[in-house]
């Protein structure tokens, strides 16, 4: 059967590898929880720029849309901290399975992670976007799956700006060339154009995507001295800007696999259709309003099928 929203009124506490202070992230209780229905396509799309090529406006924008999200009090749902805590929830074993109670929610290693991480920064880059005002704005994607992409994009190295994160392992910075193979210890004997080739290498063969390079890039990131936070720990990753970047890239390498054709097709199985989602709330959902109100456009083929994309997994 499908796996169902959860319960918010039995929400745990977790207590994430390696640390010993169990940690609550749980959603507040008292949202009223409406049944999100798409808004029609708006007059222009979102377009999500590789972070390496973003322009200096862009990054403007950006940046003040999260250090205005990171002004928003904490017992608000769009806050940051509270949006970091949908992502901890969700996989840290806060919520058991309504029908399986011996079952925790684990949107990892398992179908829920593509449309799981598609939800969440869907509505993230919608409250983004209407706190500047700006219905366009779109996440970056982080490019690793191209050379000038293999590296901590520099907009994130910034001290100064809000997408900024101090948690992060310090041999990782730029230009030093990412590892896709990377399992804790830095290679000493490849040079960059080897690692180049290699990560090519990997992420030709490898398009499991979750396990690799999902997976290696978070623990990458991370801070080892600091139980890999926060990008390598379930419960701290979102709390790193640099995260949605790297999800937007797991959006666009879904959308680029199944572009290949052949079995490459997303599961038919009303088991995974029918999930629920239940990660949608209702000041979330007005955040879309305005969008609804939009005239819709004749669509073209690919936006409709995004479109159907998304309605297949549409739960409570
Ligand atoms: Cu929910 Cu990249 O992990």
């Known amino acids: 059967a499908p796996i169902q929203p959860p319960d918010f009124n039995e929400c745990g506490k977790v207590l994430p590898d390696g640390t010993t202070t169990p940690i609550?992230?749980?959603?507040?209780?008292?949202?009223?929880?409406?049944?999100?229905?798409?808004?029609?396509?708006?007059?222009?799309?979102?377009?999500?720029?590789?972070?390496?090529?973003?322009?200096?406006?862009?990054?403007?924008?950006y940046n003040k849309a999260v250090s205005l999200m990171k002004t928003i009090p904490d017992d608000d749902p769009r806050s940051f901290m509270k949006q970091a805590n949908v992502h901890c929830s969700y996989c840290e074993g806060a919520f058991h399975q309504i029908d399986h109670k011996d079952l925790i929610i684990q949107v990892h290693s398992s179908w829920l992670f593509f449309p799981f991480h598609r939800w969440f920064l869907y509505f993230y880059e919608r409250i983004l976007g209407k706190l500047i005002d700006d219905p366009t704005f779109a996440l970056p994607f982080w490019n690793y799956d191209s050379s000038p992409g293999m590296q901590i994009p520099a907009i994130f190295t910034d001290k100064n700006s809000s997408i900024y994160n101090k948690l992060r392992n310090p041999n990782h910075q730029p230009p030093t060339v990412m590892d896709l193979n990377w399992s804790g210890t830095d290679s000493t004997t490849q040079n960059n154009e080897d690692l180049i080739a290699a990560n090519l290498n990997t992420m030709y063969r490898h398009v499991s995507v979750e396990r690799v390079p999902?997976?290696?890039?978070?623990?990458?990131?991370?801070?080892?001295?600091?139980?890999?936070?926060?990008?390598?720990?379930?419960?701290?990753?979102?709390?790193?800007?640099?995260?949605?970047?790297?999800?937007?890239?797991?959006?666009?390498?879904?959308?680029?696999?199944?572009?290949?054709?052949?079995?490459?097709?997303?599961?038919?199985?009303?088991?995974?259709?029918?999930?629920?989602?239940?990660?949608?709330?209702?000041?979330?959902?007005?955040?879309?309003?305005?969008?609804?109100?939009?005239?819709?456009?004749s669509r073209t083929k690919k936006e409709k099928e995004d479109e159907e994309e998304v309605l297949v997994i549409d739960g409570i």
């Not at 609550?24 to 999500?48: A, F, G, H, S, W």
Request: one cysteine or more.
């Open 24 to 61: 609550n992230c749980c959603p507040p209780v008292d949202l009223t929880i409406d049944d999100y229905k798409l808004p029609p396509t708006p007059n222009e799309l979102r377009v999500r720029p590789a972070a390496q090529c973003v322009t200096d406006d862009y990054l403007a924008k």
């Open 214 to 297: 999902h997976n290696i890039v978070h623990n990458w990131t991370g801070d080892p001295r600091q139980h890999g936070e926060d990008m390598g720990n379930f419960y701290s990753a979102s709390r790193d800007s640099i995260f949605f970047a790297h999800h937007a890239n797991v959006d666009r390498l879904w959308t680029i696999w199944k572009g290949l054709g052949g079995s490459r097709k997303d599961p038919t199985d009303t088991d995974w259709l029918d999930t629920g989602s239940g990660a949608g709330s209702s000041e979330q959902a007005k955040e879309v309003e305005d969008e609804e109100n939009r005239p819709k456009k």
